[in-house]
């Protein structure tokens, strides 16, 4: 079966432009994750979605936000980009099994 | 002080050799445990995913949880080079906040052939 797919994989913006990455989870999986990941600070938790709804939030600033679609499909959105947020993002599906990783998408501010 | 502190290594060890991977949390209320494995410029791959205290065993892999030290630990039997990877502990705290999982640092692994 297919996995989490994350796309772009790479992508480079310059500060204070805005993205916008998106996930699509395992089929039939209804809890989307969002992590970032750094050298320094290691996985850290974004933000997770069930159902269209934002369920849990982590410790970053209002720059970072997301929205679920109806399919389940996410995307997280970072307006203002500062050269701090260059890291990996990864989202994770949520089923029976665990949690389900995509392979990320790699941003990098210059 | 972190919520799951793990030991970033790196770890090397030769191919054939029992590795032994360990973390330490803080928080009693975290009851289910996992354990990650990450190649470079790939997503975590979920390898163990435990509930409370004892063991658990899956082919070369043991995940042990001990409840009362707040310690997990991941066993590696018969080493391979295709080991060579970051491992990950991550946990949460159940209801509530199933979707937030804590991730140790990561310990980097290499199996020398």
């Known amino acids: 079966k297919a996995g989490v797919t994350q796309t772009p994989r790479y992508l480079i913006k310059t500060r204070g432009q805005q993205v916008t990455l998106s996930c699509s989870p395992i089929s039939g999986h209804r809890s989307v994750s969002w992590y970032q990941q750094t050298p320094g600070q290691g996985l850290q938790f974004l933000f997770e979605y069930f159902s269209e709804t934002q369920r849990n939030k982590g410790n970053f600033p209002g720059r970072f936000s997301g929205r679920q679609f109806s399919n389940s499909r996410s995307e997280m959105n970072v307006s203002t980009l500062e050269l701090g947020d260059s890291a990996l993002y990864l989202c994770?599906?949520?089923?029976?099994?665990?949690?389900?990783f995509g392979s990320g998408t790699r941003l990098t501010v210059v | 002080q972190k919520e799951v502190e793990q030991d970033p290594g790196p770890l090397s060890v030769p191919e054939g050799a029992i590795v032994s991977l360990n973390c330490t949390y803080s928080?009693?209320?975290?009851?289910?445990f996992m354990w990650y494995r990450q190649y470079s410029r790939k997503g975590p791959e979920l390898l163990m995913y435990t509930y409370s205290s004892g063991n658990k065993e899956d082919g070369r892999f043991t995940a042990q949880v001990d409840k009362s030290s707040k310690y997990i630990s991941l066993f590696i039997r018969d080493s391979q080079p295709s080991d060579s990877a970051t491992y990950l502990c991550a946990t949460h705290g159940g209801s509530g906040n199933t979707g937030k999982l804590i991730f140790g640092q990561g310990t980097t692994l290499q199996v020398k052939p």
């Open positions: 994770a599906s949520r089923g029976l099994g665990g949690y389900t």
């Open positions: 928080n009693s209320a975290f009851q289910y």
